[in-house]
C-alpha cells in the first residue's frame, strides 16, 4: 500500500509539473503572438505617418499653393506693407 500511495504522489507531482511547463510554453506563445501583433501595427502606423508627410510635402508645396493665393486675390506684400513686431522675451525661447 505504501508502494501504491508513493507512485500516486509521483505520478501526481510529474503530472503538475507537466501541466505548468504546459501553461508556461502556453503563456510564452500566447506573448509571442500579442508582440508579433504589436509588431504589426506599429509598421502599419509608421506606414501611415510615412504616407501623411508625403501628402503634407505634397499639399505645402510653393507651386501649388501660389496659383490657389492668386485666384483668391492674395499677392505677396510690398516691403513698406511688412510691418515687424518685437515681442519682449522673443529670444529666450
Known amino acids: ?16 509539473s507537466a501541466k505548468g511547463r504546459v501553461e508556461a510554453r502556453h503563456q510564452g506563445v500566447a506573448l509571442g503572438y500579442e508582440i508579433a501583433g504589436g509588431m504589426r501595427t506599429r509598421r502599419t502606423l509608421e506606414e501611415e ?3 501623411l508627410r508625403i501628402d503634407r510635402a505634397a ?3 510653393p507651386t501649388r499653393l501660389e496659383p490657389i493665393a492668386l ?3 492674395y499677392h505677396v ?3 513698406d506693407q511688412v510691418v515687424v513686431i518685437q ?5 529666450d525661447r
Open 1 to 16: 500500500m505504501r508502494f501504491f500511495l508513493l507512485a500516486v504522489a509521483t505520478i501526481a507531482g510529474l503530472v503538475w
Open 49 to 51: 505617418i510615412r504616407q
Open 59 to 61: 499639399l505645402l508645396d
Open 71 to 73: 485666384a483668391r486675390g
Open 77 to 79: 506684400p510690398s516691403p
Open 87 to 91: 515681442v519682449e522675451g522673443a529670444g
